[in-house]
């Protein structure tokens, strides 16, 4: 799967669960943009979409904060 | 689209009726009134291996899937939804360690968890914070490769006897999750009584004045105790409570039309009395439109969907609104005979009206459930924005 690809689905399901249109760097937890269920729904589906475990170990913001942060966790999990 | 259960689903639902039916329903009455969950009956569900439901075959569970689970909080739930909070809680705890537990808090919790050797309990609420659940004031300072909490947690079911706590509180500013055994230094609670309903789930107030835990009991990262960690039991939780709801729904049908077949009022049955079939055709729509609800949910979670979030939500939504309401009719059929001990429906209500109440309020989910709806229309209006600009 491309990066552009991860990239599009990503944003898909922030469309889906968080809010329209996120930009690549835009902060998603830390600026308050997305409720606490919205933080199972996203590990849900990097688990299903991407097929790897999100593990205790993976639990920084930094991997989930923004969209380009996502994509480079996914690259990272799948690689 | 098949909605129909397997064989085995069919099989476990009927032992898990006979359990509830032969073991809690008889003296469901009798724990109400002592405000107690004796230790024998907790013996009997681990025994049963219903305490290690979820937890995965590798470390002693059952692992059942989620329609199974569902079926069994079903049945626990129209005989007693005090013994259901026991499945529940014990459930969120185990949902929360093997989704974010470390290797070693997983060994370590997990198969103790799943004999029902530990009971857990799940400690989010405190006095002065109940549905800003993220807020909670309880305190936890990293020293000397320990972490000293300080703070209190209120209406903690089973709290009075669990060996060990999922304990929410704030590290360094952030909502962060701790594993609180029982026996460690400046823990103590104290039981609730006088509670409306819920009157056997053993509700304690838990009181961490310096308690010291091991660095070890962290789970997860400090600042996902709330979206993460919390997340996990909370959705359990939410499952749970739909499930158990539809079951004491199906309690209160089942009484009333026992009733109306045998009351006489005006000459006839009750049953004749059309306002009286009024209050029957609610119930049932309701508990039917409940159960598929519970199916779809329970679908989404075995397959990790993340649109069982929301629909776990909206289940749990709908059926406690139905069980309330299910509750309330069922007295209002039996009049006077519902509000005395003699029936078990002055019980029905009490616990009905808990339903509405924990994992969540109902005007919590509403909120939930209409951001998620308006979210869903801006998706759908710039996708077919996007389709009108494809085919220009």
């Known amino acids: 799967m491309t990066v552009e690809t991860v990239r599009e689905k990503i944003k898909e399901v922030l469309g889906q669960f968080a809010a329209d249109d996120v930009a690549d760097g835009q902060e998603i937890f830390t600026s308050g943009l997305v409720?606490?269920?919205?933080?199972?729904?996203l590990v849900l589906f990097l688990e299903q979409e991407f097929q790897f475990k999100v593990e205790d170990d993976d639990l920084d913001i930094n991997n989930f904060d923004t969209l380009n942060a996502l994509v480079d966790f996914v690259e990272k999990k799948t690689s | 689209m098949e909605i129909e259960l397997s064989s085995?689903?069919?099989?476990?639902r009927d032992k898990f009726r006979e359990f509830a039916q032969n073991e809690i329903e008889p003296f469901a009455d009798q724990h109400d009134r002592d405000e107690n969950t004796p230790p024998e009956l907790i013996g009997k569900m681990a025994e049963a291996g219903y305490l290690g439901a979820v937890v995965?075959?590798?470390y002693g569970g059952l692992e059942m899937d989620a329609i199974t689970f569902g079926l069994l909080c079903e049945e626990i739930g129209r005989s007693s939804t005090s013994i259901l909070s026991l499945l529940t809680v014990q459930g969120m705890v185990c949902q929360a360690i093997a989704q974010w537990g470390s290797p070693e808090q997983r060994m370590h919790w997990l198969p103790k968890l799943a004999t029902g050797q530990t009971i857990a309990a799940f400690g989010l609420t405190e006095p002065d914070v109940g549905s800003d659940a993220g807020s909670v004031e309880t305190a936890a300072v990293e020293a000397d490769g320990h972490y000293v909490l300080n703070g209190k947690k209120q209406w903690i079911s089973f709290g009075q006897v669990a060996d060990l706590f999922l304990i929410i509180a704030q590290c360094n500013?952030?909502?962060t999750a701790f594993l609180v055994e029982r026996d460690s230094p400046g823990f103590s609670s104290n039981a609730i009584t006088g509670m409306l309903g819920?009157?056997?789930?053993?509700?304690a107030k838990l009181s961490m004045d310096e308690c010291r835990i091991p660095a070890a009991n962290l789970v997860g990262r400090i600042g996902f105790g709330f979206s993460h960690v919390a997340g996990v039991a909370l959705d359990h939780g939410r499952y749970c409570v739909g499930w158990g709801c539809l079951g004491l729904a199906e309690a209160c049908l089942h009484a009333s039309l026992e009733y109306a077949n045998q009351r006489k009022q005006f000459g006839s049955l009750l049953r004749g009395h059309q306002l009286i079939q009024q209050m029957l055709a609610e119930m049932i729509a309701n508990i039917k439109a409940t159960r598929l609800l519970c199916y779809h949910a329970g679908y989404l979670k075995d397959r990790g969907d993340p649109a069982l979030i929301m629909e776990t939500s909206t289940a749990k939504y709908f059926a406690s609104k139905t069980v309330s309401q299910a509750a309330g009719h069922t007295l209002q059929i039996h009049g006077a005979n519902g509000c005395s001990s003699a029936y078990p429906v002055q019980r029905y209500l009490r616990d009905a009206k808990i339903m509405e109440i924990i994992e969540g309020s109902t005007q919590i989910q509403q909120i939930i459930?209409?951001?998620?709806g308006l979210l869903e229309f801006s998706m759908e209006k710039r996708r077919r924005r996007k389709q009108a600009a494809g085919n220009a």
């Open chain 2, 369 to 372: 459930i209409a951001k998620s």
């Open chain 2, 173 to 175: 500013g952030k909502a």
């Open chain 2, 56 to 58: 995965p075959r590798e």
């Open chain 2, 8 to 12: 085995q689903q069919l099989a476990a």
């Open chain 2, 198 to 203: 819920f009157r056997a789930a053993m509700l």
């Open chain 1, 35 to 41: 409720n606490s269920l919205f933080a199972m729904q």
